[in-house]
Nanobody, 118 residues
């Protein structure tokens, strides 16, 4: 069975950083474009950033996505967390070989909750 599993969420104080992990089961994540998404309470899911399979990392504002090929894991580092970062964070993967972020993803994790509060 092909699936993604996110981990690393929890309760975090404002201003701290947090690293989330995305691991795959049943396929090799290294070959896929991986994206991170967030769904805040009462809002639609939004895309944060993605990582083409040929790249090791990318940044967008306070978000850094990176890949550990040896562990076949993709990470999302969120810096300077604020209460508005609260939400469920999802990773997704698809076979896509462009340098941009694809419109659709084939595989999704179940999400990990991040709550930013003092």
């Amino acid at each position: 069975q092909l699936q993604l599993v996110e981990s690393g969420g929890g309760l975090v104080q404002p201003g701290r950083s947090l690293r989330l992990s995305c691991a795959a089961s049943g396929f090799t994540l290294n070959s896929y474009n991986v994206g991170w998404f967030r769904q805040a309470p009462g809002k639609d899911r939004e895309g944060l950033l993605c990582l083409p399979n040929e790249l090791a990392g990318s940044m967008k504002g306070r978000f850094t996505i990176s890949r550990d090929g040896a562990k076949d894991t993709v990470y999302l580092l969120i810096s300077s967390l604020a209460p508005e970062d609260t939400g469920v964070y999802y990773c997704a993967a698809t076979l896509y070989f462009g340098r941009d972020c694809p419109r659709d993803y084939d595989y999704w994790g179940q999400g990990t909750q991040v709550t930013v509060s003092s």
